[in-house]
């Protein structure tokens, strides 16, 4: 007989054959080719089990009443599946390098990894299962979300992390007559990128969503030091 799995030949399996009162007969194991064989066997019912790492136990019931060759096609179900998948700063759309990746069971971590420089990552042999998969990265929100895992998992995931932002509103004033500053322009600068305001009639000035870190604000008004 070959095992495989779908079209994938298994030649790692271990192959034991059973008499009708429980006695091993023989065993073996696949070539490279998958093919596997029991030669010069007694009529009677066997069982012919097969054990592969990563796969579920295979039984099939064999019986032989005539002279000939019994041809037995083992197709295997896996019991793991690979997780991949990208993480991306939800705003930017850039990838996240060294985000950490943790697929979890209740509190037990089952996998975990953390993204490349591509915001890349591979979780090898994941058990079949419903888990959670939690996603963490500094300066972004947490994720965590329902993932089930499954035998041959076609599409990679692909996460996205919203940054930790705050808002920022504030008032420009004249110092000496402390009048509000109308037309003031106030630049935040955050991760490299300016982000740009003007003051309105009250002098005040407000911020959306700004990345949580360490940032430098100016002012700036005609006619004042900046």
């Given at each position: 007989?070959?095992?495989?799995?779908?079209?994938?030949?298994?030649?790692?399996?271990?192959?034991?054959?059973?008499?009708?009162?429980?006695?091993?007969?023989?065993?073996?194991?696949?070539?490279?080719?998958?093919?596997f064989v029991f030669?010069?066997?007694?009529?009677?019912?066997?069982?012919?089990?097969?054990?592969?790492?990563?796969?579920?136990?295979?039984?099939?019931?064999?019986?032989?009443?005539?002279?000939?060759?019994?041809?037995?096609?083992?197709?295997?179900?896996?019991?793991?599946?690979?997780?991949?998948?990208?993480?991306?700063?939800?705003?930017?759309n850039e990838p996240?390098?060294?985000?950490?990746?943790?697929?979890?069971?209740?509190?037990?971590?089952?996998?975990?990894?953390?993204?490349?420089?591509?915001?890349?990552?591979?979780?090898?042999?994941?058990?079949?299962?419903?888990?959670?998969?939690?996603?963490?990265?500094?300066?972004?929100?947490?994720?965590?979300?329902?993932?089930?895992?499954?035998?041959?998992?076609?599409?990679?995931?692909?996460?996205?992390?919203?940054?930790?932002?705050?808002?920022?509103?504030?008032?420009?004033?004249?110092?000496?007559?402390?009048?509000?500053?109308?037309?003031?322009?106030?630049?935040?600068?955050a991760d490299g990128?300016?982000?740009?305001?003007?003051?309105?009639?009250?002098?005040?000035?407000?911020?959306?969503?700004?990345?949580?870190?360490?940032?430098?604000?100016?002012?700036?008004?005609?006619?004042?030091?900046?």
């Open positions: 007989g070959v095992v495989r799995n779908g079209n994938t030949i298994v030649n790692g399996a271990s192959i034991t054959l059973t008499n009708s009162e429980g006695a091993t007969v023989d065993s073996d194991r696949p070539d490279d080719s998958g093919q030669e010069d066997l007694s009529f009677g019912d066997y069982l012919l089990l097969i054990v592969a790492t990563d796969f579920a136990d295979e039984e099939r019931f064999i019986s032989i009443s005539v002279a000939g060759i019994e041809e037995v096609d083992v197709d295997l179900n896996t019991t793991v599946s690979d997780v991949i998948g990208v993480v991306y700063n939800s705003i930017t996240l390098e060294n985000a950490s990746i943790v697929i979890q069971e209740e509190t037990t971590t089952i996998s975990s990894t953390s993204t490349n420089d591509l915001g890349e990552f591979s979780l090898r042999g994941v058990p079949l299962g419903d888990y959670e998969i939690v996603v963490t990265s500094e300066n972004f929100e947490e994720l965590t979300e329902a993932l089930r895992v499954e035998t041959n998992m076609d599409e990679d995931l692909e996460v996205n992390l919203r940054p930790i932002t705050a808002n920022i509103e504030g008032t420009l004033y004249d110092t000496g007559s402390l009048k509000p500053l109308e037309g003031g322009k106030v630049t935040i600068q990128t300016a982000i740009e305001t003007t003051t309105d009639e009250n002098g005040d000035f407000a911020f959306d969503q700004v990345p949580e870190g360490d940032h430098t604000i100016t002012f700036s008004v005609s006619l004042y030091q900046t």
